[in-house]
């Protein structure tokens, strides 16, 4: 059962009346996301349990993590049956439409069918859709995302536009969540320990929230690449004075191929050994200013865990060199003095541990996740 949830994909479901613009949408979302084909539901009288059971193994079969289901869920049975097998999807993409589109559309779609039969079919079906809304309007509202068909410029007899249009909505909510998580590193990684921790422990409604993580230091290096940002870093190299020391937006994209190329290209992330150390020490290099903003320029900011080790947890955790104490805590205070300026208190989980001795690093650890884990529960 562990397995089998931690292999769950993850899901944008788009719903909508329109038979017409939906399925344009659908396409374009997938295709945005390389998410394949959009997932349509084939006529069938199988049950909600054995009709999800078939796409986690269609989803297991491909080896995506992402799928997109296009008008799949059509009943409230089966959002809440998808809700209880799959948990909160990424993204629902509900297109609205005016009853008198949709009537139009219907009718031009059938134009054989008799007007008592067309009115009630319709009324079914605009019944089965508002309740399937409703299921996420109530159990994952933050995960939906409404868009009003008369809010497009596009004419009615130009859905591929129409839904062209609407994409760009989405796109907007298609961007990876990170949270960053700011730890001290020494002979021993105290962000490291942080993060596995919350890997293994975090859950959303009983369900493993999966987290990837992104190591900072490690985008940097060479060999991991795209040919061209090969390239471009092996160009940069020539006048960087260290490795993060780079051009803005090959440090943004740096990291935007990292979020691209995980399992879960839409996160959730905790990106470690952020900000980078040049933002402090080098004087050249993107400050920690800069550095968040460039973060917050490919992805969706969830918060900030600011893990604070005092004098002696230091020296148990991480090192007992005092040149490691005193790098630890000018860069400590900057980056603290700077978050505390930038952001809303809101968003910063801060975590002041003080164990030491041989079971330090444990004790810090848990103390940090067991902070981590309930700011979660406040914000999401």
Known sequence: ELIDQATMPQFVVVTGLSTVITPKLAELVAAQLGAGAALTLEPTTEAAPEIFAKLKRHADSTGSPLLVLDRYLQSEEMATEFLSHFGAPQLVVDISCEAEFIDEEF???????EEEQAATQMQNERAAYEAVVKVFQEQ???????????SIKAPPEEPLKAAEEMLET?????????????APSGEVDVGASVTDLICTSAKRNDRPLKFTVIDSESIFLPGKHSAALEDALHRASFTAHASDCLPAKLWADLFAEAFAASA??????????????SAVTSGVGPTVRDQFCMLEGIATLGGIHHVHLTDESFSSCCSNSPEDLHRYKQFDAEVSDQIMKQFERERICESSVDSIGDSALAKAAQQACTDFLSFLEKTE
Request: one cysteine or more.
């Open 107 to 113: 009718k031009a779609a059938h134009e054989d069918m």
């Open 140 to 150: 994952c509202p933050s995960a939906l995302l409404t868009i009003e068909r008369t």
């Open 170 to 182: 989405v796109r907007q909510k298609l961007v990876p969540k990170a949270y960053v998580v700011i």
């Open 264 to 277: 879960n290209p839409m996160g959730p992330f905790l990106v470690t050994h952020f900000p980078t150390m």
